[in-house]
């Protein structure tokens, strides 16, 4: 009987094979009996794939395979779409996460305000800039138009919105000037661009970037800029402007005014047309020194106009400097004073000559001689001559004096020396009055020093000058470098 593992058509085989055995053979005298050790057989069934070691499970795999070919392919298939898909997301996510590090940066970095707004232009990312200029009103998802604008500017902004949307060109951009509010509410002046960056966009991806600059800066330098336009144009005062070589850059229409020339004629020439010849080279040489090393230059100067006309100026020289402290160009300002000059002169006519005769009078005189006695002394004192005033603390002597004559010395009458050493009201006056030359800067001289007594008290007392029969009675001019010698021989001694 067959193993019931054993098919029919095994059963077939197995019969042939015995019937094919001899009579006479081991197996048809012996017949068949179960060897001890059946590991030989089993190797026997392996090597031939005989039940019970037939592979069964090849056969199940491959019926499995035929049966469920389809749904496998399509399942592995799917299987390979969805890891692909997922790298797609991961490197798109990627892609948009360093999309929105670059807009951030840029968002920033920007003077502008820097806001991404999706398709239904709701705030999805700002910069620095936008909070400080809007503050709360930068929020996620809040319509940006609505918040940060006044309402009487949303229908033009709005409008301007759908048509950047309606775009079908990345980059494109729509522009306009407006007014927003400020964290506080206030409104203040800007410009608006709105540029697209992902057409037909939908949902709450990036559809569009607002640039939003604050034009009040730009619009203070605007008006600083047409304030000095008009003070240069508008001025009575001629302004000219160079270069830092001293080539003329631009004038005003009053130097055109004053000196006759026009713009065109100046333009690129040096300010030496305009001078006179009544100034010397070394006048303009520490002019241009004073300016070099002050930065400005002011006095009065001679030029000459177009006509040949010479005239007088104030002139003042600034020098402008950048932020680096380079030298930038000079500006130079000046004001005719012709007028000036003749009123000046009719005022002295009238104050120094009679009208009359047209002679001088007593005021001028006067002034004559005080400028000639300044002369005298100023002549004498390079001659080393000197004034001194005698007997002072007698008569009309008057403190006035050591204020107002061009006194070097003083000299103490010899009434008060002579009765110090034994008048404490004599000593007191001698006292102050050399106490006075010290305050006046004078020197001083005591008279009618007649002993060594009285000398030692004057040098006790701060007088180291004097004059008297204690150091020598009146000699004859030639006598008296012989008297020094021995003057000085007997000081040594002592």
Request: aromatic fraction near 8%; glycine fraction near 8%; proline fraction near 4%.
């Amino acid at each position: 009987m067959l193993h019931p593992s054993v098919s029919a058509e095994r059963g077939r085989q197995i019969a042939t094979a015995l019937l094919t055995f001899t009579h006479d053979g081991d197996a048809a005298v012996t017949g068949f009996t179960i060897p001890a050790d059946y590991r030989s057989v089993a190797t026997v069934l392996k090597a031939n794939n005989a039940p019970p070691f037939e592979n069964k499970g090849q056969a199940l795999l491959a019926e499995i395979w035929r049966t469920h070919q389809a749904g496998v392919i399509g399942g592995i298939s799917a299987l390979v779409l969805l890891m692909t898909a997922g790298a797609v997301l991961a490197w798109e996510h990627r892609r948009l996460r360093r999309s929105f590090q670059r807009l951030g940066m840029l968002a920033n970095a920007s003077r502008d305000a820097v806001i991404s707004l999706d398709s239904r232009g709701a705030i999805k990312l700002w910069g620095r800039t936008a909070d400080r200029l809007f503050g709360l009103r930068m929020r996620r998802g809040a319509r940006f138009i609505q918040e940060a604008f006044p309402d009487n500017t949303h229908p033009t902004l709005l409008k301007l919105l759908r048509r950047t949307l309606e775009e079908q060109t990345a980059g494109t951009e729509q522009r306009c000037e407006s007014q927003a509010l400020d964290a506080q509410g206030q409104a203040f002046p800007v410009e608006v661009v709105l540029k697209l960056v992902q057409p037909n966009a939908k949902g709450p991806q990036t559809a569009a970037l607002a640039f939003v600059r604050d034009l009040r800066p730009e619009l203070t330098q605007l008006l600083r800029t047409r304030l000095m336009t008009s003070v240069f144009t508008h001025a009575r005062e001629g302004i000219t402007i160079t270069d830092p070589k001293g080539n003329i850059l631009d004038v005003n229409p009053a130097f055109t005014s004053i000196t006759g020339y026009e713009r065109s004629e100046v333009l690129g020439r040096n300010p030496r047309v305009l001078q006179s010849g009544r100034q010397s080279a070394e006048f303009f040489q520490n002019l241009w020194n004073t300016l070099l090393s002050d930065g400005q230059w002011s006095g009065e100067i001679w030029n000459r106009r177009k006509s040949g006309e010479i005239y007088p100026e104030i002139l003042s020289i600034s020098a402008v400097r950048d932020e680096h402290e380079e030298l930038h160009h000079f500006v130079a300002v000046f004001t005719d004073i012709t007028e000036l000059k003749r009123h000046q002169q009719r005022l002295e006519q009238v104050a120094h000559f009679d009208a009359l005769t047209g002679l001088p009078n007593r005021a001028l005189l006067s002034d004559r001689l005080s400028q000639a006695t300044a002369h005298a002394h100023r002549q004498v004192r390079t001659l080393g001559v000197d004034f001194a005033l005698d007997d002072f603390g007698t008569g009309y002597s008057s403190l006035a004096y050591l204020k107002h004559l061009p006194i070097g010395t003083l000299k103490i009458d010899q009434s008060f020396v002579r009765g110090m050493a034994h008048s404490a009201g004599d000593r007191a006056i001698v006292e102050a009055v050399i106490s006075l030359a010290k305050v006046f800067d004078r020197r001083v001289i005591a008279e009618g020093v007649e002993n060594a007594h009285l000398a030692q008290l004057l040098v006790e007392l701060g007088c180291e000058l004097g004059q008297g029969y204690a150091f020598s009675k009146p000699i004859p001019a030639e006598q008296i470098p012989g008297w020094i010698a021995a003057f000085e021989n007997a000081a040594a001694r002592t």
